[in-house]
Each structure stands twice: as C-alpha cells, then as structure tokens.
C-alpha cells in the first residue's frame, strides 16, 4: 500500500496566487514527521516545512504552511502569493519510528508545479 | 559555507563498468543517506549511515555498495550487478537520526549507463 499519496501530477497557478498542493498518508504509528521539500529543474531537494504528528498548531515557513489534518491523514501544502521562482517538482514525504534503525523519509510520487506569469 | 557535495554531476558508463558516486558533507552530520529518482517518481533508500564504519541496507541495496571510513564522506558503488543504474543519485545528511530531523540533500549525480 502506498504510505504516501500525492494525486496531483501536474498543476498551474496564476503568478501572486495561492495553491495547495494534496498529500496523504498511511500509518498506524502514533508518533511521525511529515516533511516538504521542493526539487527545482536543478535536481537538488530543498527542505521547505516539517509538521510533527504531535504538533497542535499548523506549521508555518514564510509563504509555506502546511494544512494538518490528522483524522484524515492529510498534510496538503499551501503557497501563498505564488511566484515565478516557486515553479519546481514538490514531494511530500514521511518518517516514522524505524523498524529497521533508519529513520529514512518515504516519498510520494511528486507533483509539478507551473507557475503562470 | 556549510554543505553536501556530490561529484560529478553528470556520469556516463559503458555497461559492466563499477562506478563510484561521491558524496562529501561538511555539517558535521552524523547520520548519510544514498537515495535513487528515477523519472517522475520519488526518491528509494539505497543505503544509510548513522556511525563511522556503520552503514545499512535500505529499500534497493542490491547492485550497490558503500564504505563510511570518514564522518564527512559516504561514497557509492554502482557495480555491474545493478540492472538498472542509469538513474539521478541524491546523498543526503542529518544531524542525527530522529523523526524531526530534516535531511539535507546534495545537488545529486545523474548517471547513464549505455
């Protein structure tokens, strides 16, 4: 089963306009770490926002916040006032308690973004 | 300033060649990452680190091998045995391990293979 889902290959938005971006996710632990990163043309992964699963409040970076829904395993990103800049691959991803010792993060697929001028 | 290098950016092998992929941090990060992309997908866990000397299998270890002889460097063999190689490589670090620690990543290698 798909730990993380992001139903959105491909999106546009208007140049100074908002947009979420959708990711959800499996687990049955209690205690996990959602993150977003950011992958422009370069190929390079930028850390954008992190959101506990014990964190009351949403998280929130500048023009990135992260709309936590924990009853329904959503952690769907949110831009305000877009920019030509913000124009990148965007992956949602997760880490739990290792089984294994690691603590790797699991991906989802990614959604491009394409911002409008 | 502060950061992870992957070297070279761009690699080109023949088949049945091994090919190592660098990776250099000097954060001062205990735990290193290997990750694969390959097009229009997420990143999969190759191998990670956490010690010096320590180093772990992750989701697709097989065709691959790694060493961990310095706290700042975690390189990447890719051997012959690896079926599919060509793929953009991506080494990542942390402070430490744990849930809420973000990983950084490097500008990453794309290795063909012909």
């Known amino acids: 089963a798909q730990k993380i889902t992001q139903t959105q290959p491909g999106m546009f938005v208007q140049e100074k306009e908002a947009v979420t971006l959708d990711c959800t996710y499996d687990?049955?632990?209690?205690?996990?770490?959602l993150f977003w990163y950011k992958q422009p043309s370069s190929g390079e992964m930028i850390f954008l926002i992190y959101?506990?699963?014990?964190?009351?409040q949403n998280a929130t970076e500048g023009r990135y916040s992260l709309n936590f829904q924990k009853a329904r395993k959503s952690a769907n990103l949110v831009i305000s006032a877009s920019q030509l800049g913000d124009s990148a691959m965007y992956f949602c991803a997760m880490r739990e308690p290792p089984r294994d010792s690691s603590y790797k993060l699991i991906f989802g697929s990614g959604t491009r973004l394409l911002v409008r001028p | 300033d502060g950061g992870i290098t992957q070297s070279p950016k761009y690699l080109f092998r023949k088949e049945g060649q091994n090919v190592t992929l660098s990776c250099e941090q000097n954060l001062n990060h205990d735990a290193m990452y290997w990750y694969r992309q390959d097009p229009g997908q997420g990143l999969r866990l190759i191998y990670y680190?956490?010690?010096?000397?320590?180093?772990q299998k992750g989701d697709i270890a097989e065709g691959y091998s790694v060493s961990r002889e310095k706290k700042e460097s975690f390189p990447l063999t890719v051997t012959s045995a690896q079926k599919n190689p060509t793929a953009f490589y991506l080494c990542?670090?942390?402070?430490?391990?744990?849930?809420?620690?973000?990983?950084?990543f490097g500008p990453g290698t794309r290795l063909t293979v012909t």
């Open positions: 990542a670090s942390s402070i430490q391990q744990g849930i809420s620690y973000e990983q950084y």
């Open positions: 687990t049955s632990d209690q205690s996990y770490g």
């Open positions: 959101q506990g699963s014990y964190d009351e």
């Open positions: 680190s956490q010690i010096v000397n320590d180093f």
